[in-house]
């Protein structure tokens, strides 16, 4: 099994992070309200976190370049999602494209609807991604320009290196 990693006691912390990696949304910022008697609309964040067991990934949603999804996922994030979870990750190839592919992924299963297939954005390290007809996303802890354009490409991670910490877990550690 392969993990996402940041702490600085490594040992003690991959452990209990390889027994259960979930992952909570929540909203940055609330919901705006503006024009409130005419033409009366509610802004979603631009930003979101997604909280594991190992810290806070701050996630910048790319509202033009998916918009429906980005809608679907901030709204997702003013209510929460107890459901939502982290369920593979992978290092970056040494060589080549993979396997490994290099990612960090997980389900968004309280979103409202599955979110489109939107634009034409090929992934890079630190993309959100969504995975085709499905509520299943990713990070990328690499370019993937192996996949082309293949994901609808829908939030950047802020100021956060943690992709490029993902590790192996001891095949001892339990799970």
Same mark, same amino acid.
């Given at each position: 099994?392969?993990?996402?990693?940041?702490?600085?006691?490594?040992?003690?912390? *991959?452990?209990?992070?390889?027994?259960?990696?979930?992952?909570?949304?929540?909203?940055?910022?609330?919901?705006?309200?503006?024009?409130?008697?005419?033409?009366?609309?509610?802004?979603?964040?631009?930003? @979101?976190?997604?909280?594991?067991?190992?810290?806070?990934?701050? @996630?910048?949603?790319?509202?033009?370049?998916?918009p429906k999804t980005c809608e679907l996922v901030s709204e997702l994030?003013?209510?929460?999602?107890?459901?939502?979870?982290?369920? *593979?990750?992978?290092?970056?190839?040494?060589?080549?494209?993979?396997?490994?592919?290099?990612?960090?992924?997980?389900?968004?299963?309280?979103? *409202?609807?599955?979110?489109?297939?939107?634009?034409?954005?090929?992934?890079?390290?630190?993309?959100?991604?969504? @995975?085709?007809?499905?509520?299943?996303?990713?990070?990328?802890a690499n370019d993937h320009d192996e996949w082309g354009s293949a994901h609808t490409v829908w939030g950047m991670t802020?100021?956060?290196?943690?992709?490029?910490?993902?590790?192996?877990?001891?095949?001892?550690?339990?799970?």
């Amino acid at each position: 099994m392969h993990l996402l990693s940041v702490s600085s006691e490594p040992h003690d912390s *991959r452990r209990m992070f390889c027994r259960a990696l979930n992952l909570l949304l929540i909203a940055q910022a609330l919901a705006y309200r503006q024009d409130a008697f005419i033409g009366y609309s509610e802004k979603h964040s631009d930003k @979101i976190v997604l909280h594991s067991l190992d810290g806070e990934i701050p @996630i910048s949603l790319l509202d033009a370049v998916a918009p429906k999804t980005c809608e679907l996922v901030s709204e997702l994030a003013q209510t929460g999602c107890t459901t939502c979870r982290f369920y *593979r990750n992978e290092l970056p190839p040494e060589a080549g494209y993979g396997p490994p592919y290099g990612l960090l992924q997980g389900t968004l299963e309280g979103l *409202r609807d599955t979110p489109p297939r939107e634009d034409t954005v090929v992934a890079k390290k630190g993309h959100v991604c969504m @995975i085709p007809g499905t509520k299943e996303f990713f990070i990328a802890a690499n370019d993937h320009d192996e996949w082309g354009s293949a994901h609808t490409v829908w939030g950047m991670t802020i100021s956060y290196s943690h992709t490029s910490d993902i590790r192996d877990c001891d095949e001892n550690d339990e799970h």
